[in-house]
């Protein structure tokens, strides 16, 4: 679990790094989408100091999980593409990166926003 903190997107991408790594998979994709994830979790799903849980695991057919937990019930937005916004292509570029990703909500309240990964041999 982290605060929501933009400063904390480097503590989660590595511990997506050390996580694949027991795993003995390649971490690049991994890293990429969980810092999506966990950034829309601080910045659209929080409020400062707010617990982001992030999670990483291996589903029994051996595809590799990343999840990021927040406190909003919102559902995530994929936006149409504006080649002049500056931000905003997060979801996309996770749908082009994943085998799939979605949502479910929390029974406490909030929700988790998760990716499914091709498990690539490190």
Do not use: C
Not at 51 to 68: I, L, M, S
């Amino acid at each position: 679990m982290i605060k929501a903190d933009a400063g904390a997107i480097k503590q989660v991408r590595d511990f997506v790094a050390v996580t694949f790594g027991a795993w003995r998979l390649d971490d690049d994709v991994a890293r990429t989408v969980i810092s999506e994830l966990a950034t829309n979790a601080i910045r659209h799903g929080s409020r400062a100091g707010d617990p982001v849980v992030v999670r990483a695991y291996r589903r029994d057919d051996g595809a590799a999980v990343v999840e990021a937990w927040d406190v909003s019930d919102a559902p995530p937005i994929v936006r149409p593409v504006n080649f002049a916004a500056e931000s905003g292509r997060g979801l996309l570029l996770i749908e082009a990166l994943v085998r799939r990703w979605g949502t479910r909500p929390l029974s406490e309240g909030g929700k988790v926003v998760w990716a499914e990964l091709e498990p690539v041999p490190a």
